[in-house]
């Protein structure tokens, strides 16, 4: 069923839409964030929120397929390592988008700041693996299913910021080296934003056109992005990363604690 501002949004605020998204696909790819930037833009171009979450969902799932595809084929994610991570996202993804549809969101991101900004300290002050992960090496499968509903869950409730808490999460949890967290990080992003979008399908609150747009040119800054991340290595993606939770702080601290748009 077509939304009546599909037919009325014009050429201008597409175009502009469109850059936004690409520009998030680009940030998504490397260091996480991206809704950071299409979110706000949704929201000011005029979609109810209910819609805003869909169609940054759809927009969404074009870029994590493609910056998770490209990590897959660089060998810096394998999927029989991370199954249970798999399966555990895919549940969170899903329930956390059904409660999306009954209950506020509001406590999370009253708290949001403060996860972000604990995340981003880390990184500023740790030492960063440089040698890479030894491919036999076993990765613990048991506390994938914590890490993958929670976060799961999360990013089908709201999304924000998902790439980036998987990244830190990963590189706490486990042997990797900050380059293949940010692989696990992209694929598990696109199984949540995959499965979330489901729900809002069937719910009937996705703008197609606008969220098909959007997500063509969010999808070419996350090749770009994901190949960047790829030859400049943990040396790059750091610097990046930092910067996009830094914002994330900021941008979420100035909207939920002080109530400003």
Not at 58 to 82: M, N, V
Not at 93 to 120: E, R, Y
Not at 150 to 159: E, H, I, K
Request: hydrophobic residues 55%.
């Amino acid at each position: 069923m077509p939304f009546p501002f599909e037919l009325a949004i014009d050429p201008l605020t597409l175009a502009i839409l469109a850059g936004v998204a690409f520009l998030a696909g680009f940030i998504d790819a490397i260091a996480g964030g991206g809704g950071l930037l299409t979110i706000p833009a949704l929201l000011t171009a005029g979609l109810p929120p209910h819609l805003v979450l869909g169609t940054n969902k759809l927009c969404a799932t074009f870029g994590s397929a493609t910056a998770g595809y490209t990590f897959y084929r660089r060998k810096l994610f394998d999927p029989h390592q991370w199954r249970n991570a798999l399966f555990a996202t895919l549940i969170g993804a899903l329930l956390g988008a059904l409660v999306a549809h009954s209950l506020p969101a509001s406590w999370l991101n009253q708290m949001l700041p403060v996860v972000v900004f604990a995340c981003g300290l880390y990184l500023l002050f740790s030492r960063t693996p440089t040698a890479p992960l030894v491919s036999d090496k076993p990765i613990a499968r048991g506390r994938q299913w914590p890490q993958g509903f929670g976060l799961g869950f999360y990013d089908g409730v709201a999304g924000p910021g998902t790439g980036a808490f998987w990244t830190v999460s990963s590189l706490l949890l486990y042997p990797l080296d900050l380059l293949k967290a940010s692989g696990v990080a992209r694929s598990m992003n696109f199984v949540s934003n995959a499965a979330a979008l489901a729900v809002f399908i069937v719910a009937g609150q996705v703008a197609w056109v606008l969220g098909i747009c959007m997500g063509l040119a969010l999808m070419a800054g996350a090749f770009l992005g994901a190949r960047t991340a790829i030859h400049g290595g943990a040396k790059f993606i750091r610097p990046v990363f930092i910067l996009v939770v830094l914002a994330l702080t900021a941008r979420l601290a100035w909207q939920h604690w002080f109530g400003m748009a």
